[in-house]
């Protein structure tokens, strides 16, 4: 179906994938409806190829996993979707042609197609629900793929993606105990303690508890702001 | 939209995930269009609650992550989908109550809803196509929950995995905004915030440096008893 295309082209796009090659697509091809569900992954539709059999799709190929649920005669290698992801990246890396075959919606892929792989692929999931649908499958297939990557190739092509370089200015030590003083002060003027021999121990698991937020400088002014406007 | 809620419950089902929360549903719930989608995981939709807010959602909860793809002005924690999963798992064997907030396929969360949260659970994208639909993300973050376990762990519930060291009972939610409130109360009276436009973004941000400390139910009553000497 042409909208099962456009999802796989979709994920495919989410998660650095562009190359997409149709067996035999039951509508043809070009596939107006597969647009629908594509959203912005349009060039990868304009771009897919077409091939008439499995067989021709992936004779370039160097490396060849096929994806299903069923447990097959056929003897051969199966691996679980992470492991198999990290090896494909390792051969992608020494600059082997790879590909994953995926199988129509509702049938899956044939065991003559299977057979064109070097491994199965699996998807571990719940044994009361296995059945994933192609486009669920692909989804996961290719956040595996991406997660393969080395972390610091994960955002190198774009830096300001990667978390750490969001990181507001932590306080120093020197604004903490600022804040820590006031706030002991007005808790002592307030007699707040009442058994004088537990308030180490307790002071210490309250300021605790400010450390854990890892509290920036300007959380720090905030504070004191809060502080100065509670205790009056 | 049904069909989004259906696709939910069927990536829930094939990775092992039961207990859906519905916050608000646009279309009313329940909805006969979700079953369109939800292949055999009915029991999910028949069993899915329905709150008015997300705040009530998890108000029983105890580590609660909110997904986003957006950069967000609050300053939280932000843990990349396979960590976030492993986490998760480490705080469920702990006997923690713990959910995950996804927001509306076009819009997202709202700030208010990430601000209930204890981090933020972004997934690896890539930059040039960076938008994932709610099936999608959901497949993804139930795919890392299922690959979180511990091949032994997988398919048994034996209690015994536990670690040894149990972390302190944090605190729901519920205690949070019960703090929360109080706080609010003491700044409203003393005339903290002075421009009104600015006393929601600073208060979220305030209320983000609390969740960060990841306050347990002890800590909280001693916050609450700190309050209330100070505020007097």
Redesign the interface.
Known sequence: MGENIGAVA??M????LGELRLVAPRDGWPNPKAADTA???IDILDNAQLFDTAAEAVADCQFVLATTARARAVHMPVMEV?GAMQETRQRVMQGQRTAILFGPERTGLENEDVALADAVLT???????????L??AV??VA?EW??SAAPEA?FS??PS?A?AT?M?EPATREALHGLFAQLEA??DA???WRVPEKKDG?WR??RA??M?????TQ?VA??R???R????
Not at 123 to 133: D, G, T
């Open positions: 979709r994920a796009a989410n998660f650095g959203g912005k992954a992470r998807i571990p999931v719940a044994p009361e629900y296995p059945s994933l649908n486009g669920q989804v996961v956040h991406f997660s994960l092509r774009n993606q978390p969001e507001p007005g808790l307030a007699n707040f307790m698991n309250i508890t400010l854990r937020a890892g509290l920036t959380e905030t504070w702001g809060m502080l406007a509670l205790i009056g």
